[in-house]
């Protein structure tokens, strides 16, 4: 009966882990578009993957360093919610002129 209990265990482990992968995998082609391949050619789709994947690593790192309401964030909100600000821009003769906003 233990060996049976013990078995069931494993399984579940299993499926949670792999579960856990697919949610990776799945946040990663949501949150950097990573499943859209615009060429024809297999080495620039796979040069837009890879650096798909370097991009991933900095804002995953970015999120499990973060306070604890961003860390169970989605990838995907975290620019809309930390990265993003409004600014205002403005070219002269002379220079461009960047404005952050206020709030």
């Known amino acids: 009966m233990t060996k049976r ?9 299993f499926y949670n882990g792999r579960g856990e992968y697919e949610n990776r995998i799945e946040e990663f082609k949501n949150g950097f578009d990573a499943d859209r391949f615009r060429c024809l050619r297999l080495r620039a789709n ?5 650096l798909h994947r370097f991009a991933y690593n900095p804002v995953n ?3 499990l360093h973060s306070p604890s309401s961003l860390r169970s964030a989605q990838i995907e909100t975290l ?4 990265f993003k ?6 070219q002269t003769a002379r220079c461009i002129c960047i404005h952050p906003a206020s709030g």
């Not at 620019?79 to 930390?82: I, M």
């Open 79 to 82: 620019p809309t919610r930390v």
């Open 61 to 63: 790192l970015f999120r």
């Open 5 to 13: 209990k013990g078995r069931r265990r494993s399984i579940f482990q």
């Open 46 to 50: 796979a040069l837009r993957l890879l």
């Open 85 to 90: 600000f409004g600014t205002g821009i403005r």
